[in-house]
Structures are given as structure tokens and as C-alpha cells.
């Protein structure tokens, strides 16, 4: 039996990771789970999973949560510091991490440092804080199960073999809506339009981040902090079909790829499972009649991809600063006020115009976010 | 350390295997090899890694390499009886089972039941002698590490996973050189047509049997006992290009993948140091612009592989028929004496008037490959 916290529990990972436990009947208890302010949702999960205890960052909900909870038998938990409770709960056999942005840096690196096994699905955590993590946790590679589906597949690729044997990573990327679309008709292209991925459906930030590859470049980052790799041993492949979803090259030439249908309750059910399986009834594979193709990446059309391995070799304060300048401009770019184009174009000023901290503390990772935040919003007023 | 003796040496695999440890500087010590009757190349092979011992199949060529072998000290041995010494040697860590036809069974078997770890480069082994195996060395399937492409690539997919995890095993076949050729046109199609694979180099009779598919059906029953898997859970899947060298599907729909460029080094490699892997200068894979395609295989034209199931799950000495049929069939086609698709007419007729031993003993195994040889001349002979 594991005992299971899920934070992030009503977003769309959280809510599949919830399906899979439930349908499958996984050998799992939900000791505790945590959302942001829906807390109408969390009462019903509360409902159909009876956890001791649950978390909501925002403190309104909080209340709202504890009124509407009635007979109830639960504790209510409140702010981040209520997330970072749950997440060092040393009863927890795994805390699964899947809020959305930094914020789920710190009760990963709570769960970490209590040696509890974390299942990762927060991207910001590594990609933002992974040099910090190492620093805190030398141990974090042995804690962390990745629930990306990219990183899931490399995960799996790895079993049983020796982390020196590996020669290079090859992550696959769907390349988009716009992979076939002319470089010349990139910057009139629509949010409307950026948001439909070919094969995944996920939250709008990493719909458009699909859209300019940043979200790739954001994945190398972070296989780069979960398995260890140099990134200039961490090749990104464009592969529209989405089967194949990533590669682990060995030292002798041998490829290993784990393959399925585009289904994130996949990876979702492994990291609860891992390295055990347990059979599903979601559509399988089938390989007949598929054809598979790969390509390279074309940086110069999608600089973003560029632009997040400069920021991951450049280390530091860095990343902190590509994954805020990305957020702003995504936003922006949704809202309409700037072109696809220019998302790249202003997360490479933000990078210019940053003052780096090396080896930086958790306030200064914190403080690079909210300066690039600030001063990218007064080049956008500037500019447009 | 590893001791390793290598039986069929002067052969396209064992030449590898030599050609592997001695360019990649294999942390191996060759103790013995054995091959059928050229002793001018074991010769040579005794210079250039100085076995303590030797042996020739044919008696004739091992008084011949006594003869010449001067100052050289060497043991030679000569006979089967030579081989099956040297696989029993308590002092091998791995004996590589290169031998050509079901001679190589006896050998296997015998390393087997002294706890020898075996790389199992001979088909017919598993094949014909599977059943006959399970039941004398019970944990086989634990020290037999295959080299055949396909099998290696399943071997490695199974690396850290748990038996009872693997929902289906999918083998990959080029296809051959006739995959596009008209039913019409088969029975037309020259010996010299028929020996030009167009991924792999190989011996002529396992060439002839990939065009059939029948080295296909022989893999589906070599995997079967190698890694105790239902013949119903074994699939083919054409894929023309053969970078995919076969793919284990798991219970959850997890797909995992064997790739590389089609060099029979690579798997003879892995198993030289498998589970660890060593750097090589081997062509590597390059998957950009690459296109993969899966498509079922057409039984009806190429009734060997619904043969060797049917063969499979018959059980008993019906594989040491399908075998034996194949084999006369193969030669006679190669002669020019009987069509491409009477080859697989021929091995049905067998088949069909094969009188079944259930649980044979190596004896009946022995008799029902002889007796088919002779009934199968004959009917030929009668038809012809």
C-alpha cells in the first residue's frame, strides 16, 4: 500500500493521476492532497478518496473549504506553507508535485529533503531550481520519478542500465501547429491558432510554449537535472506523430525508445507504479500502418529552443530569468498585445538585459523571477 | 574478467565476436574456440588470442591443424564431443553458441546444465530443442543471453522490467526481398533474387528463409522459450528499414523499443557485456530524416510464418520437422530444383504426414529431423 500525496490535485494531472488510481484500483491510499482555490473540487475528492489531510494555497478558498466541509473528517491546511506540510509528511511514500509555475519548487525540495520518493510534473522546479536542488539534495536523482511524458519515456529507458552507459538523450518534440508553417507567416499567426496542438491537449502556457519549442527547450533543461546529462549530450528530434516519445542513445550504438499513444495517464500511472506496471484498459498502440518520421529542429524559425540551451548552459539565475521573460510573454501574447514572433525576441532581451547571480540562494532565484517580470513588462510599454 | 570459449569461430558471427573483442579491447580472455573444419582460419584465430584449447567437428581438419600447429601450445580436441567439452568447461564464464543447424544443441545444453552463461547465436537450439530444454536445465531462460538481433533488442527492452509486466513481444522483419513482389510473381523468382536481403548480410540458407519468412517464424519460436512468452503474445510487424530491432509491449501500453543501424557487432557486443555496455566506433544511428513504417505481415503469401506458428504450438517434435522440411526445401530451391514458393508447400506436405512425439527425447528429436530429411527427398523425388 502507498501512501500518496497529490499536489496540485484539481488541474489536469492531478485529476488523471486521481482517474488512474481510482479506475485501476491501484494498491494506493490518497493521504493528502492540495489545489490552489478550487475548493469546490477538493471537497469532492475529499468525498471519493477520504484524505486526512488537504492544502489550499489560496487562503479565501480555505475558509470557504472548512465551511462547506461539514461532518467531514479532515484537516484543512492553508498557503504554501500548508503545501510544504504535506509534502514533508515522512508517512508519505510518494508526493506527486503537479502544481503549475515555481511555486512547486519549494515543496519539492521539502518532500527531497525529507527523503520522500516525489512523482515530478511540475517543469519550473528543475528547469528554474535544479542547480539549487543539487546543491540542497545531492541526492534528489534517486528521489525523483518524472511524469512528463518525454521524461517518463527516458525514465523507462533507463532501467537497468547503468547511467554511464549513456552516450546521449533524444527528446521528441511534436513540433507544433506551426512546423509546416512558413517562417514568413509566423508572426501573424493567431493565439486562436497557436493553441492547437496536433496531439496533446494540455493547459494554454504550454500549448504556446509547444507553439515556439520553448517548452522543449524546458525539457532539456530538465532531463539535463533529472538524469544527469551534459546538455550538449541532449539532442531534441522533431517526430509530428508523437509515438515515439523519447530516446536514450548507449555508449555502444544501441538506441533505446519508449513508445504509445499520446495518453499522459501513461506516464501518470508508471510514476505511481514504477518500476512496476499494472495493466490499463486506455487504447493501446497499435504499430500497424504507422509511418514515423524524424527531423531536426529548425532553431533559426523556433529560437526559443536556442535560446532555453544558453540559458541552461549559462546556468545560475539564468533559467530564472528564460522561464519569467516566457511567461510574461506568453501572456501577452495571448491577450494579443504582442506577436508569436516576439515571444523569442523579448525572452532574449529579458536574458540580455539580466544581471546574473551564479550559484544563486532560493530569494535570489526569487528576485531574478520578479525583476524580469517587471522590466520585460517596461520594455513591452516602451516598445509597443 | 570473462573466460569465454567460442564455438563456431571460423563463422560469420564468431569471426565478429573475435573481431568486437579485439578492436574494442573487451575486458575477456578467449579461452577456447571450436569451429567445423577450416583449421588454416582456427589457426590463425589460435595466433591472435592464444586459446588453451581448440576443437574441430571434423576429425580429418583437426589432425591437419595438429599438424600444422607446430610450437603452438594448444589443446585441440576433435568431434562433437570436442565441442560439448569444451561448453561444459567450469571455467567459462560464457560460451557463444555460433555453430550452424541443430548440431549446436548439444553443446548448449551441456554449458547449460553446468551453469555456464550462454550467448545464443544458434537458432535451431531453442527451435528444435526449446521443449527438450525446459525440461532438463528448468532455469535456462537466466543464463542465456541471445545475439540475434531481435532477440537481443527484447533482451535489452526487458532490462529492469518484471516478467510478468511484458504483455506482448513484437518482432520486427524487413520483409525481405520479395516484400513488394506480386503473389503472381513469386513462384517465378530466382535463387540469385532471393539471396539479396536488402538490410542484412547473412549465410545463404538464413537469407533464403528470411525471403520466406520462415527465419521469421523460427525467431517467434526462439523467443517464445527464450523469454516464456505464449506464442499467442508474439506478434510480427514488417518494418522495411529494420532500425527497430524488435519491441516489448507492457501491461499499461508502454512500448519499449531496440534500435540501431543493421550491424550484427552491436547485439554481439551487448552480449559480451551485457547488462553493461562499452564504447564502440561503430556507424551510429542517426534518426533525423528518417521515416519508419510498420505494416502486418501477409501471411497468405508467405504461409512460413502461420508454418512456424502452427509448428510452435503443435509442440513435441513438430518444430524438428518444420526445421528439417526447411532445410531440404531451402537447398533444393537454391539448386534450382524446386520454386521459390514450393518451399513452403514442401514443409506443409511434411508437416501434414509427420507422425508427432509428444516430450521427446533428444532421440526422437534426432529421428524426426532424419526421418523428415528422407520422406521429404522422397516426395520431391516422386512429385519432381
Known amino acids: ?17 486521481l482517474e488512474v488510481i481510482e479506475s485501476l484500483e491501484l494498491d494506493c491510499r ?41 461532518e467531514l473528517d479532515v484537516e484543512i491546511l492553508q498557503g504554501q506553507e500548508g503545501l510544504i506540510e504535506l509534502a514533508s509528511d515522512r508517512e508519505a511514500d510518494l508526493v506527486m508535485v503537479a502544481t503549475v509555475g515555481f511555486s512547486g519548487f519549494l515543496p519539492t525540495l521539502y518532500a527531497l529533503r525529507n527523503g520522500r520518493k516525489v512523482a515530478l510534473a511540475n517543469k519550473e522546479s528543475l528547469v528554474v531550481g535544479g542547480e539549487l536542488l543539487a546543491r540542497e539534495v545531492p541526492e534528489y536523482k534517486e528521489l525523483i520519478i518524472p511524469v512528463d511524458s518525454e521524461h517518463s519515456a527516458i525514465y523507462q529507458c533507463l532501467q537497468g542500465e547503468k547511467r554511464e552507459s549513456v552516450k546521449k538523450l533524444i527528446l521528441t518534440a511534436s513540433g507544433g501547429p506551426f512546423l509546416n508553417t512558413s517562417p514568413e507567416h509566423l508572426p501573424e499567426v493567431t493565439p486562436a491558432q497557436a493553441l492547437k496542438h496536433p496531439n496533446w491537449a494540455m493547459g494554454p502556457r504550454i500549448t504556446i510554449d509547444s507553439a515556439t519549442f520553448m517548452n522543449k527547450g524546458f525539457e532539456v533543461l530538465e532531463a539535463g537535472w533529472l538524469f544527469g546529462v551534459e546538455l550538449e549530450n541532449i539532442e531534441v528530434v522533431v517526430h509530428p506523430q508523437s509515438i515515439v516519445h523519447s530516446l536514450v542513445e548507449y ?22 507504479t514504477a518500476p512496476g506496471r499494472k495493466s490499463n484498459s486506455f487504447p493501446a498502440l497499435d504499430l500497424n500502418s504507422q509511418s514515423l518520421s524524424f527531423h531536426e529542429p529548425d532553431t533559426e524559425k523556433f529560437p526559443c529552443l536556442r535560446l532555453a540551451y544558453e540559458a541552461g548552459k549559462t546556468g545560475g539565475t539564468m533559467p530564472a530569468c528564460l522561464n519569467a521573460a516566457d511567461e510574461v510573454a506568453v501572456e501577452l501574447f495571448l491577450k494579443g498585445i504582442i506577436k508569436f514572433t516576439d515571444i523569442a525576441k523579448y525572452v532574449e532581451m529579458a536574458m540580455k538585459e539580466h544581471e546574473l547571480v551564479s550559484e544563486p540562494s532560493l530569494e535570489d532565484i526569487i528576485e531574478a523571477d520578479r525583476v524580469t517580470r517587471n522590466e520585460l513588462k517596461k520594455i513591452v510599454a516602451r516598445l509597443g
Chains 1, 2 share one sequence.
Not at 500500500?1 to 493521476?17: D, F, H, P, W, Y
Open 1 to 17: 500500500m502507498l501512501n500518496v500525496v497529490i499536489l496540485g490535485s484539481t488541474g489536469s494531472i492531478g485529476r488523471q493521476a
Open 30 to 70: 490518497v493521504t493528502a492532497l492540495a489545489a490552489h482555490s478550487n475548493y469546490q473540487e477538493l471537497l469532492e475528492q475529499c468525498h471519493r478518496f477520504s484524505p486526512s489531510r488537504v492544502a489550499l494555497v489560496d487562503e479565501n478558498s480555505a475558509l470557504q473549504l472548512k465551511e462547506s466541509s461539514g
Open 251 to 272: 555508449q555502444d550504438g544501441s538506441v533505446l525508445a519508449q513508445m504509445g499513444t499520446p495518453d499522459m495517464r501513461v506516464p501518470i500511472q508508471y510514476s505511481l
